[in-house]
Every structure is written in structure tokens, then in C-alpha cells.
């Protein structure tokens, strides 16, 4: 049998003591792929990146081989806010995201749409691309990708639909964006994944709005909130309401090989993403045994 391509697999991993020890918790651990925050996701103002630590970062990744390596954008940007103070300083932190992205040599910028708060979705979702745009004029992005995560649709965020994805990204054809699929996020917002055939009709619905091709992330959850519940809480894999079965069926998929599949489950114990590293490397071993 020919080897089929597998996807590469990793977690979101913690940068306390500095960048680089997310990529060393990801070779502890046997990953391939890293989920990381440039900065604190909390605040404002992040501090610049030295020349230092930019270096330590690109030589501890040439040493691990960790690929691909997925920022994760700050909590506090909101792209899609109708509110101006907010949506200027959103543009800057989201520039600044673009910036540290490029000067680490990352793969990916992850980004939720927003939300509207006030603003209908339409006006929501043009604010958006316009806010991409803006923020990413001049730069020359090369082979850096900002992904488009779908949300779960909590209060008035965007992006819930694939529909929302695909109008922000025809909006914006000169950043050639991409997108990140939250198992957790769709099932809550309504892509019921827990069936063959439910699973077939998400991924019929994103290779229309956005192809298949462009997903180059999966943030491989398990949902603690209900289908359809809108509410957002990420879950330990096989424990949650989509299900081990369910989530087997995602990571053996051949729609989604080529992308990275990165845990965000909870971290409160110690070796809780190592066991949900294990799982998931089961699910993806198990197809081609
Ligand atoms: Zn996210
Ligand atoms: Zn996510």
C-alpha cells in the first residue's frame, strides 16, 4: 500500500520563559506542528521582539523540524468592530501579529473574524476584510498565511458560517487568505460532525465557500457545550459531545492530510495534551494500518 499523507499533528503550547520553549514542549512531546502566541494574548501592548530572541526562535525551530508553526492572534484584536478606537487598535495589534508572524519565519497567523457588537453581520463582515487589508498593506507576506478560524457563534461573533469565511476572504484576493477549521466551533455553531453524512455536508459546504485546499489548520477539539448550544468550551478528545468516533472520522479523513491538526484542549494537569496527543496520533495511524 502507498503511503498515504499523513497529517501533522501538535497542541497549542505555552511560551512562559520565552517563545522558544514552545517548540521544545512540542519535541517533548513527539509533535510535529505548534500552535503558539507571539506575545500576551491579553494585552495591548506587547513587547517588541529583540534580535535575540528572534534568532534563539529560528534556531531552536531548525534544530526541532517543527513545521508547520501557527501563531495564534491576541485575544483583544477585534477586526470586525464597528466601534473606531477599537477597530484602530485592532488594525495596529493585528499589523504588529503580521510583523512578529514574519520576523519569527512562522507558517500561519490565526485569526477569529470578530464580532459586530452593534453592527448588523454584513456590515460586521466588510469591516473585517476592510480591517485585513488595512492592516496588511505593504507588507510582503511571501509564504506567510493568515488563517481564518471559524467561531462558534458566541453572542455576536462572526465567521459561524463558512458562508462569513468565503465573503471575507473573495474580499481581500491579494492576501491569498486561508482557513483554520475548529471542530468545537463548528459543531456548536451548527455543522452537526457526529455522522458520516453530517460530516460529509461540512466538508461539501467548505470546499464550496472556501476549498478544501485553503484549510491548512484544524483545531482538533472535543466540545464541552451542546450542538448548536453557540457557546464555546473546548473539550478533552473523545470525552466531549462530538465523540471519539466522530473525531476519528475528522483525523482519517483524506479531505484534511495535508493540514495541521493542533489540540487546544484544557491544560490544567499535567500530561493532558500528552494523552490527547496519543489519541489523536491513534485516530490518524489507525487508517493507514
Ligand atoms: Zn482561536
Ligand atoms: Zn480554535
Known sequence: MSQATLPRIGFHAP????????????????ADAVQMFSRNPRGWVAKPLGLEEIERFRSVRAETGISPVVIHCNYLVNL????????????????????????????????????????CERDAIQTCAESLRVACRGL???????????????????????????????????????VCLDTAHA???????????????????????????????????DSKADYNSRVDRHWHIGLGHIGSEALRRVASHRALSHAAFLLETPQDELGEDARNLEVLRSFIQKETA
Open 80 to 119: 470586525a468592530a464597528a466601534d473606531e478606537t477599537i477597530r484602530e487598535k485592532s488594525r495596529a495589534s493585528f499589523r504588529e501579529e503580521v510583523e512578529r508572524g514574519l520576523a519569527l519565519g512562522a507558517d500561519y497567523l490565526v485569526v477569529h473574524p470578530g464580532s459586530a457588537r452593534g453592527a
Open 140 to 178: 510582503e507576506l511571501n509564504g506567510f498565511r493568515i488563517l481564518l478560524e471559524n467561531t462558534a457563534g458566541q453572542g455576536e461573533c462572526i465567521g459561524h458560517r463558512f458562508e462569513h469565511l468565503r465573503e471575507i476572504i473573495e474580499r481581500c484576493p491579494e492576501l491569498h487568505l486561508g
Open 187 to 221: 459543531f456548536t455553531a451548527g455543522y452537526d460532525i457526529r455522522d458520516e453524512d453530517g460530516l460529509t455536508a461540512a466538508f461539501e459546504s467548505l470546499e464550496r465557500n472556501v476549498g478544501l485546499e485553503n484549510v491548512r489548520a484544524v483545531h482538533f477539539n
Open 15 to 30: 511560551i512562559a520563559g520565552g517563545l522558544q520553549n514552545a517548540l521544545l514542549k512540542a519535541r517533548s512531546l513527539n
